[in-house]
């Protein structure tokens, strides 16, 4: 019997994200192998991440040798005033475009920029272990170092919560043990009206954790142990009516920055990856399930090589996205950071992941018009258009292998049909190898809008076919070689440009059976 003329379509390749985690062969097309500096578009397909544009110009005058600006936030005042707080080279300072130093308590030093950095009533609060807290009146660019209250020291402590009409913190130096809760309506209030503190060895199960974060959600106050997490009820009045309501155990937080609501869950990184709250309150009595389960591996290898103080991960920072519906967890470490589509979940549970390269994240913030901002070794830059700093960035997708739903059969390879929606100007690069080589076959052409053009193996066919200016380029690409098993990349240098893979159409022959 002769060899069969086969057509396989991968449409929306990439569409389910990373899967890193389970054996390559039979998985869905859609998965890939690897899906670096992209994210999953709102129309279903692997597309380029956006790059970032510098904001701050004097960055290397006041940042010098140190890695850059590690916190930012935006504060608008209740008049309506907005100030933007960043910290780095132990300093704070205000601005985005320039970067003022403000003006620290006298006999006040700053030895680390592990700010916790938040706003209530009106007023902006610097939390940091070893630190007594800072606090800015309104917006102001002259801090308040608060010692003590009452005449009693306020709590140093690392993480700080806004909620419930008052101030929480937790995480003191030799003390991780404790939760502190301010007076109402009163962040500079420790030890006077309705503030007080908790005891949490006396509600821990199986004996002794640590304090590492707080949040709040569906009307809980949780606190976040090394190894368990703390569920409370009565945070309204806790003097009075604070109660343990449910224990998490077996699952706790090694990285405070990693925790973000997503409105209607809590994600935070685990020692078993990252987590959903809503997932491990509704299940339980189940076997627990974390939402980067397809890339687990990688990624907990790539939290081992943090920097950690006692198992906390201090340099690990994350963000919500809500505009583009994605949960980031920067690893600088590794250079890496994983992007986690959060609009659903996979049939397994886990989110669809991919990863960022070369973006180098310091911290992350929203500012309030949905707009992300980043704290960056060169001071404050802002997410968006398709330059890292008006220089090219590469997209990188590769498929798992594929069998062709034939693993006994050779296949012999005749032509790929791409369909690649924008790319004008993107040099760019189809990539086949078989039997799990990783030395490729190359065939490189540059997207254009001029007419159909013919080079080498390639018949370049750019159809001009623009909807809301998006041009839908398919190149036709003669290919050879044969195996039993086939991968499939694409590199693109994106270059100013949108760029999403729509399909990728493979023809080959099947032959004889191996």
Not at 132 to 150: F, I, M, R, Y
Not at 163 to 168: F, I, K, S
Not at 328 to 356: H, I, K, M
Request: hydrophobic share 35%; charged share 15%; glycine share 10%.
């Amino acid at each position: 019997m002769g060899s069969q003329l086969q057509n396989i379509t991968i449409a929306a390749p990439g569409f389910l994200g990373l899967n890193t985690q389970d054996s390559p062969i039979g998985l869905d097309p859609a998965y890939a192998s690897i899906a670096d500096n992209c994210v999953i578009d709102q129309l279903g397909r692997v597309g380029a991440r956006q790059g970032y544009t510098e904001v701050t110009t004097n960055g290397s005058t006041v940042l010098g040798t140190s890695k850059g600006i590690e916190n930012v936030l935006e504060f608008i005042s209740v008049a309506g005033v907005t100030t933007v707080f960043s910290a780095g080279n132990n300093k704070i300072f205000t601005g985005t475009t320039t970067l003022a130093e403000v003006t620290l308590p006298a006999g006040y030093t700053i030895t680390g920029n592990n700010w916790k950095i938040l706003s209530f009533n009106n007023d902006v609060y610097f939390f940091q272990r070893g630190h007594a807290p800072l606090e800015s009146v309104a917006g102001s660019t002259t801090l308040t170092a608060l010692t003590t209250t009452g005449g009693n020291a306020v709590p140093q402590g690392n993480e700080l919560l806004a909620a419930y009409g008052r101030l929480w913190s937790c995480d003191v130096t030799d003390n991780t043990y404790t939760l502190y809760w301010s007076s109402l309506l009163a962040g500079d209030d420790w030890h006077g009206g309705s503030s007080g503190s908790l005891d949490l060895t006396t509600v821990w199960p199986n004996g002794y954790d640590e304090v590492i974060a707080l949040a709040e959600h569906n009307n809980f106050l949780l606190v976040f142990g090394k190894k368990n997490v703390l569920v409370f009820t009565g945070a309204q009045s806790p003097a009075t009516s604070l109660a343990l309501h449910d224990t998490v155990e077996g699952t706790g937080c090694i990285a405070r920055d990693s925790i973000k609501s997503t409105g209607t869950d809590l994600l935070f990184l685990s020692n078993r990856g990252i987590m959903s709250l809503g997932r491990i309150i509704q299940e339980k009595s189940l076997p627990l399930r974390d939402v980067s389960m397809n890339v687990r591996t990688d990624l907990l290898n790539a939290i081992a090589l943090e920097a950690h103080n006692g198992g906390y991960r201090e340099d690990i920072k994350s963000v919500y996205n809500p505009t583009n519906a994605f949960y980031l967890l920067s690893l600088p470490a590794s250079n890496l950071v994983y992007c986690f589509d959060v609009r659903q979940s996979l049939e397994n549970g886990s989110f669809r992941a991919t990863t960022w390269s070369a973006l180098d994240p310091l911290s992350f913030t929203m500012f309030a018009d949905d707009s992300m901002y980043i704290g960056h070794a060169d001071g404050i830059v802002r997410y968006g258009s398709y330059l890292d700093n008006a220089t090219k960035f590469q997209l990188r997708y590769f498929s798992n292998p594929n069998d062709f739903q034939s693993p006994a059969n050779l296949k012999f390879l005749k032509k790929f049909n791409l369909t690649i929606i924008g790319g004008q100007n993107t040099e760019t690069t189809l990539n086949w190898g078989y039997d799990y080589t990783e030395s490729y076959t190359k065939q490189a052409f540059t997207f254009g809008s001029g007419a159909p053009a013919e080079y080498g193996v390639t018949e370049y066919n750019t159809t001009g076919e623009y909807t809301s200016s998006i041009v839908i380029n398919t190149p036709r690409v003669n290919a050879s070689g044969n195996g039993s098993v086939l991968t499939v990349g694409i590199e693109a240098e994106i270059n100013n440009s949108p760029f999403s893979i729509q399909k990728i159409d493979i023809h080959a022959l099947v032959g004889r059976m191996i």
